[in-house]
């Protein structure tokens, strides 16, 4: 009884004790860190969806130059992509989630797991991510275009998610996510039965991702009402024709 009151106790401080991450600017060309060890918690993000997607992304791996894989070796992984825009509520703003999840207890990224977003162009962004078991960071490119998040390596990393929060009103799915997974594969030169153990890195870009996109404005009303071609002609052979007849009654009346 002592000891069940006793987990009650712990359960209900660690509880109290995990809060919510919160959103850190990341200017243009700056970062931000999200540590595995300061007790955060990710909570994705609300408001009214618009528009979410999940769906697998196939990668392969590529053995280190002059080497082959072990004739045992899974070179290939998945992982589950899911994708959300959501719309604040209080700013009418656009939040996205970039969430990427892996079920291979082997291959996901554990050596190294990176994964770019673009493009963000000259938009704000706020960014949290999940720390997961390496912590993250998230950087942003000289140019403002893309978001890099590292999900960490020496053997804890694993594919990141991250929200971010922006200015952007509108959106749209022309942008794109580069994923870079390095793990470590049984290798030998060829022709060799002697392998060893190396780090292998699989690397692919997939487009259709959800990306902020300016407000796109409606063309200005016409100022009069338009008349078709034709109808102009018609104006200057009925003014030529009145001005004949007139020449021609005044020629009659001299």
């Known amino acids: 009884m002592r000891n069940a009151l006793l987990a009650a106790v712990v359960m209900i401080v660690l509880c109290c004790a995990a ?12 970062s931000a860190s999200f ?11 609300t408001g009214d ?3 979410s997607e999940t769906r697998t992304l196939d990668l392969s791996y590529t ?3 002059g080497k082959v894989f ?4 899974q070179t290939s992984t998945t992982v589950t992509l899911t994708q959300e825009v959501r719309r604040d509520a209080a700013t009418g703003q656009l939040v996205f989630l970039y969430q990427l999840d892996s079920a291979d207890e082997f291959h996901a990224g554990f050596e190294g797991a990176m994964a770019t977003y673009t493009a963000f162009g000259s938009f704000l962004t706020d960014v949290v991510g999940d720390p997961k078991a390496a912590g993250m960071t998230v950087s ?8 890099l998040a590292n999900g960490g390596s020496m053997g804890q990393g694993r594919p990141p998610t991250f929200a971010v929060s922006t200015d952007a009103t ?3 799915k022309n942008g794109s996510l580069t994923l870079e997974l390095t793990d470590e594969f049984l290798v030998n030169d060829p022709g060799s039965p002697n392998g060893t153990i190396e780090a292998a890195t699989a690397m692919a870009t997939f487009n259709s991702i959800f990306e902020p996109a300016a407000n796109i404005e409606p063309p200005p009303p016409p100022s009069g009402i338009p008349l078709p071609p034709g109808l102009w002609g018609g104006f200057v052979l009925l003014g030529s024709c009145a001005a004949f007849a007139k020449l021609h009654q005044l020629r009659t009346m001299t």
């Open 170 to 172: 509108n959106f749209d």
């Open 35 to 45: 540590p595995f060890t300061d007790g955060g918690t990710f909570v994705p993000p």
């Open 19 to 30: 809060r919510a991450l919160h959103a850190t600017p990341v200017p243009v060309g700056g």
């Open 49 to 51: 969806l618009l528009d």
């Open 70 to 73: 072990g004739v045992d070796e």
């Open 63 to 65: 053995a280190p130059p």
């Open 140 to 147: 942003r490119s000289p140019d403002g275009s893309s978001l």
